[in-house]
């Protein structure tokens, strides 16, 4: 996808552990950046940080279901840290391209993540392919520019049910699809960014 221009020029500031920003001046970001790491990587810090540094304003794409407790409680601490920030967010645990038809121009889009989305489509049984089919335009008719976050699942054992070596080959599969159409893709490591394909801003 070609680059996006952007309207104007702001630098984000880095401090270490979940707050990590990312530092640049940003005069241009892809029309797609896939952004791969572990849990608690530090990914969506980072991918969070290249938005707020863009000049476009922010659009949080948000794709966890409460099944539980735990997570009911994770997802409220998440809408509070981007509380006051200047998101505009929209919860979209299934319905991802739906969302993105929502977006504006001057707008830039985070998708976090594409793992939920995928664990969210799988649990209920959904047509995974289907699904996809309808993701790759609906990101490419976004106005602005879209950083996707998504889990790197390929650096750890093999699961020892069938249900978790298929959503293993799921996701890999679809980072791979969603890598080869985005301009920048980054991996991140104990919050530290490396640069797979294209170069950081």
């Known amino acids: 996808m070609p680059s996006a221009r952007l309207p104007n020029r702001r630098a984000a500031t880095v401090a270490p552990g979940p707050a990590l920003r990312y ?3 940003m005069t241009t970001l892809p ?3 896939l952004v791969l790491g572990g849990a608690a990587s530090g990914k969506s810090a980072f991918a969070e940080g290249l938005l707020l540094g863009s000049g476009f304003a922010p659009v949080y794409v948000a794709t966890a279901e409460a099944r539980d407790a735990e997570m009911t409680a994770r997802i409220t601490r998440h809408r509070a840290a981007r509380a006051g920030r200047g998101w505009r967010n929209i919860e979209a645990p299934r319905d991802l391209p739906g969302a993105l038809a929502g ?3 001057g707008e830039a889009v985070l998708v976090d993540c594409a793992t939920l989305w995928l664990t969210n489509l799988l649990l209920a049984d959904a047509d995974l392919d289907a699904a996809e089919v309808a993701l790759w335009p609906a990101l490419a ?4 520019p879209v950083v996707v976050v998504s889990n790197e699942v390929g650096a750890g054992i093999v699961p020892e049910n069938a249900l978790a070596r298929r959503f293993r080959d799921v996701q890999g599969g679809f ?4 890598a080869a159409r985005a301009g920048l893709v980054v991996a991140v490591m104990a919050g530290l960014p490396l640069a797979l394909k294209g170069d950081l801003p």
Not at 175 to 178: A, G, P, Q
């Open 23 to 25: 530092t640049a001046a």
């Open 103 to 105: 977006v504006a121009a």
């Open 141 to 144: 008719t976004v106005p602005g």
């Open 175 to 178: 980072n791979r699809r969603l």
């Open 31 to 33: 029309r797609l950046t």
